[in-house]
């Protein structure tokens, strides 16, 4: 086994996407090249639509030593001295990895509906249907990469094309799922849940019902990944709608409810990246959760397409004793690209939806507020 390239994941692991289209992983990019299997090629054959052409030569990739592009986050992280994704699924999962055939499905990762109650700016209409009308407002003003989309959810459809029997781990997205009206009956479609570890990935706005509460016990472990994009208004402003205290002292109530190592998950854009040390140092010393980070990559609000000052003063911001600050400088040493065009939609961005929801960037970054000051003159 070439253990450096090998991921169970492309073995056994299913991770849905926002367009109907399934990829081994999360950290999988959009599918540009319509390569990978659809929902209804999945509801059609089962488990044989993940035998296409795409994912047989991935597999066949990892069992030559072939790094792929795509798998560069987990390969970073290992190279931090960070358990990757990688290394983690070889550990959990059982599957073989002899053939270039899809084995059993371990790992399920899989968006219930786009049903949410909360506005993030890095997000979009796919996943949170509350993002429908400030997606055409963006759009209006020419950024057309946030066209308003509706999703046609299939997912119920899904788990009964599959063999659900050696499930070991779902991870359940949302939008928010606990609030979802489908959630119940997503629940009881596992055949086995004594032998399931749940992972849900929750905004942390909610507690959910105690039917709800009930069925969670059923499933051999429960954790959460509070979803928090780092302390009080980094996380305010980047995701609107929630509040970091509420959403703190929720998390400390369900992990009460279920005692487990749960996560608190925090997303840096270019907006809250300046709060990523604060953030750090604050939960290491006042939450019980661990912290993990990431950082956007797929879109304007990424930090790796802004000019290389605003790039220098976001590394010369985290200290070197953060935890995170390899990972950090590795990320930039690979992804930063300055895109101009790319920066001035951003900027755009930030004052449409600074005016669109009455608040200021200043609060957070005074940094970019006066480059968008300047980017205002410009422009007019
Ligand atoms: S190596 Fe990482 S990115 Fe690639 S399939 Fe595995 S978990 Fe996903
Ligand atoms: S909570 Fe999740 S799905 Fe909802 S808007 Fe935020 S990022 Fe999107």
Redesign the pocket.
């Known amino acids: 086994m070439t253990s450096n390239t090998i991921c169970k994941f492309a073995w056994s692991g299913v991770t849905s996407t926002m367009v109907n289209t399934f990829r081994p992983c999360c950290r999988f990019p959009f599918d540009e090249n319509n390569q990978y299997p659809t929902t209804d090629q999945v509801i059609l054959y089962g488990k044989q639509a993940f035998n296409n052409n795409f994912l047989t030569d991935l597999r066949k990739d990892m069992l030559e030593g072939n790094k792929r592009r795509e798998c560069e986050k987990c390969y970073i992280e290992e190279q931090s001295g960070i358990v990757s994704m990688r290394q983690k699924g070889n550990q959990s999962f059982i599957s073989t990895t002899d053939t270039l055939e899809f084995d059993k499905l371990e790992f399920l990762e899989i968006n219930i509906d786009?049903l949410?109650?909360?506005?993030?700016r890095?997000?979009n209409s796919r996943?949170?249907t509350?993002?429908t009308v400030r997606d055409q407002l963006l759009n209006d003003h020419g950024l057309d990469e946030f066209l308003p989309s509706k999703v046609n959810y299939k997912t119920i459809e899904v788990m009964a094309a599959l063999d659900l029997s050696d499930l070991k781990m779902i991870k359940l997205l949302?939008?928010?799922p606990l609030i979802s009206p489908n959630l119940t009956q997503f629940l009881d479609r596992i055949p086995f849940p004594q032998n399931v570890d749940l992972l849900i990935i929750t905004?942390a706005t909610v507690i959910p019902s105690s039917k709800i509460i009930e069925q969670f016990k059923k499933f051999k472990s429960v954790r959460f990944d509070f979803?928090i994009d780092g302390i009080f208004e980094y996380n305010n402003y980047q995701?609107v709608g929630s509040d970091f205290d509420n959403c703190h002292s929720n998390a400390n109530k369900l992990a009460e409810i279920f005692p487990n190592d749960h996560t608190v998950h925090s997303v840096y854009s270019s907006l809250n990246i300046f709060g990523l040390e604060k953030s750090t140092v604050w939960f290491l010393e006042n939450s019980p959760f661990k912290n993990s980070i990431d950082v956007v990559s797929n879109n304007i609000l990424s930090p790796f397409i802004s000019p290389k000052w605003y790039a220098d003063a976001i590394l010369e911001s985290i200290s070197p004793s953060n935890p995170n600050k390899d990972y950090i400088h590795h990320l930039f040493e690979n992804f930063h690209n300055y895109q101009e065009s790319k920066w001035h939609k951003f900027l755009k961005f930030v004052s449409v939806t600074d005016n669109w929801y009455n608040t200021n960037i200043e609060t957070i970054n005074p940094m970019l507020k006066k480059e968008l000051d300047k980017f205002k003159v410009n422009v007019s």
């Open positions: 786009n949410c109650n909360l506005e993030c890095m997000c996943f949170s509350k993002l949302g939008g928010e905004n979803s995701r």
